[in-house]
C-alpha cells in the first residue's frame, strides 16, 4: 500500500523513466555580476595533486560545467584575466576546493562584483594566476563542511535512534525517508512552483505522515503478530530496495537543483567562506535538535518515550499507551528524516539515491553514540562528519568513508556500547 502511494505521487513529477541511470560527477556553476551573467570566463579544474581534469569556458548565460572521472575532492581555478573590464571576485579566492559525492553536480561559485577585488592577504590576486588555497583556509573549509554534514547525519540519526530505542528495529529504509523528504521538496518547489521553505515544510510534514503510515499499517501490524527483529531487520531492507528503485523509475537517475538557491555565492564570515542558505540550514538543523532534545527531557511524552524505551512492559502496566508512543516516534523520525533530505538536497543536490549513500554514516554515529541514546546520536555525528572531512588532509577522498568506518572500529574495540551507551549484560 505504502509502495502504491508513493508510486502516485511519483507520477507527479511528470517525468519520463528513459533518464533512468546518473550522468556521473562534474563541477558546474553560474557566473554572475548582479543579476547580468558573465560569459567568456575561463575556468579549469585539477585533481588535489594538480593534475588537469578539464576546462569550461562560460557561456552567454554564465553558466559552464566540468564533468569529473569520479567522487573526490579538486580545485577549480578562475582565469581572473577573462573576466570582463570593471568586473572582479569580490572576495580575491580565484581558487576552490570544492568535494565531489558519487553522482553529484556540484555547483562552485565565485561572487562576482563591480570594482577592485577586494583580496585577501597571502593571495596573489594577479590577472590569471589564481592563488592556491592557503592551509589555513583549506582548514577553515574542512571545519564548516564537517560541522555541517554532521548536523545533516544528526537529524538522521536521532530518528532512527529513536526507533531503535522505543523498537528495537535497525531500519534500513530509513535512508529511503531521507530520499523521500528530498523529493517531495523538488517536486512542490520544481514542479509545483512554490518556494523553498514553504516546500520544505510540506516536504516535512509529508515525511512526518510517511513515518505514521509506516508504522500503522505495516511495523505495527508486524509487530502485533510478534515478528522477531531479525526478520524485520531483513523486511526492512526489501522495503529499502523496492522504495529506491520505486524513486529511480519515476525521478530519474540525474541528480537535480531545487530551483531556489542553487546558484548562490558565498560570503566571507572571517576564514569562512559561507553560502547564507547553509547558515539558515544549519539554524534550522539546531533549533530542531534542541526541540527535539529538550521535549524528549522535558515533556510528559518524552518521559513517557523513554520509559517505553526503558522497559515498554513496565511502561504499560503503568499506564502508558505503548502503541501510541511508538506512533508518535515513527512520526518524529519521519520528520527529521525529510527535514535531513532537504537540507540534504540542498547541500548537494537531489538524487534518487541520496539517502542510501549517507545511512552507513548514520548507522555508524549511532552506533558511535550509543544505539537508543540520543545525545549519543548526536555525539556520533559530529566524530563521523568532522573525521570524514579532516581524513582528507591525510587519506584519498575517495576512502574518507572507509576512514570514518575504520575509527568507528577502532573506538568501539575499547567502548563496544558506544560512547555514550550503557553495557548491558549478556547471558
Not at 134 to 155: E, N, P, V, W
Not at 160 to 168: E, P, Q, V, Y
Amino acid at each position: 500500500m505504502l509502495t502504491a502511494f508513493l508510486a502516485c505521487v511519483m507520477l507527479s513529477f511528470g517525468i519520463s523513466a528513459t533518464s533512468a541511470w546518473a550522468d556521473g560527477e562534474s563541477l558546474q556553476g553560474t557566473l554572475k555580476n548582479g543579476d547580468a551573467p558573465v560569459a567568456g570566463v575561463k575556468i579549469k579544474a585539477f585533481t588535489q595533486d594538480g593534475a588537469p581534469v578539464g576546462e569550461a569556458t562560460s557561456d552567454a548565460q554564465g553558466k559552464w560545467s566540468i564533468p569529473v572521472p569520479s567522487a573526490g575532492t579538486y580545485r577549480v581555478d578562475l582565469d581572473t584575466s577573462t573576466l570582463p573590464s570593471g568586473v572582479t571576485l569580490s572576495n580575491g579566492r580565484a581558487s576552490l576546493t570544492p568535494p565531489v559525492v558519487d553522482g553529484q553536480a556540484r555547483n562552485v561559485l565565485f561572487p562576482l562584483s563591480a570594482g577592485a577585488a577586494s583580496g585577501t592577504p597571502g593571495q596573489n590576486n594577479q590577472p590569471g594566476t589564481p592563488a592556491k588555497p592557503s592551509s589555513f583556509d583549506r582548514y577553515a573549509d574542512l571545519f564548516y563542511s564537517g560541522l555541517h554534514f554532521s548536523l545533516i547525519i544528526a537529524l538522521a540519526a536521532l530518528g532512527i535512534s529513536l526507533i531503535f530505542g522505543t523498537t528495537g528495529l535497525t531500519n534500513f529504509a530509513h535512508g529511503e525517508l531521507v530520499t523521500f523528504g528530498a523529493l517531495m521538496a523538488f517536486l512542490f518547489n520544481v514542479t509545483i512552483g512554490l518556494p523553498l521553505w514553504l516546500s520544505g515544510l510540506i516536504a516535512v510534514a509529508i515525511g512526518a505522515g510517511a513515518g505514521y503510515v509506516q508504522d500503522f499499517a505495516f511495523w505495527g501490524w508486524l509487530r502485533r503478530r510478534r515478528t522477531n527483529l531479525v526478520t524485520t531487520m531483513i523486511i526492512s531492507i526489501g522495503l529499502s530496495l523496492a522504495l529506491r528503485y520505486v524513486f529511480l523509475y519515476f525521478f530519474g537517475g540525474e541528480a537535480r537543483a531545487y530551483s531556489d538557491f542553487n546558484a548562490q555565492a558565498g560570503h566571507q564570515y572571517g576564514p569562512f567562506l559561507i553560502a547564507p542558505k547553509n547558515l539558515i540550514c544549519d539554524a534550522i538543523a539546531i533549533v530542531v535538535i534542541v526541540a527535539v532534545s529538550w521535549a524528549l527531557l522535558g515533556t510528559r511524552l518524552g518521559k513517557a518515550t523513554r520509559a517505553v524505551a526503558d522497559n515498554p512492559a513496565l511502561a504499560a502496566a503503568s499506564g502508558i499507551n505503548v502503541d501510541r508512543i511508538i506512533r508518535l516516534v515513527w512520526t518524529i523520525g519521519g520528520g527529521l528524516a525529510a527535514l535531513a533530505g532537504v537540507i540534504l538536497g540542498v547541500y548537494q543536490n537531489v538524487g534518487y539515491g541520496m539517502g542510501f549513500q549517507i545511512l552507513l554514516l548514520v548507522f555508524a554515529a549511532v552506533t558511535l553514540g550509543g544505539f537508543g541514546t540520543a545525545w549519543g546520536a548526536l555525539l556520533g555525528s559530529l566524530v563521523i562528519g568532522m573525521f570524514i572531512q579532516f581524513s582528507t588532509l591525510w587519506i584519498p577522498t575517495e576512502l574518507k568513508t572507509v576512514g570514518a568506518l575504520g575509527a568507528l572500529i577502532v573506538i568501539l574495540l575499547f567502548r563496544p556500547q558506544g560512547i555514550l551507551g550503557r553495557r548491558t549484560r549478556i547471558g
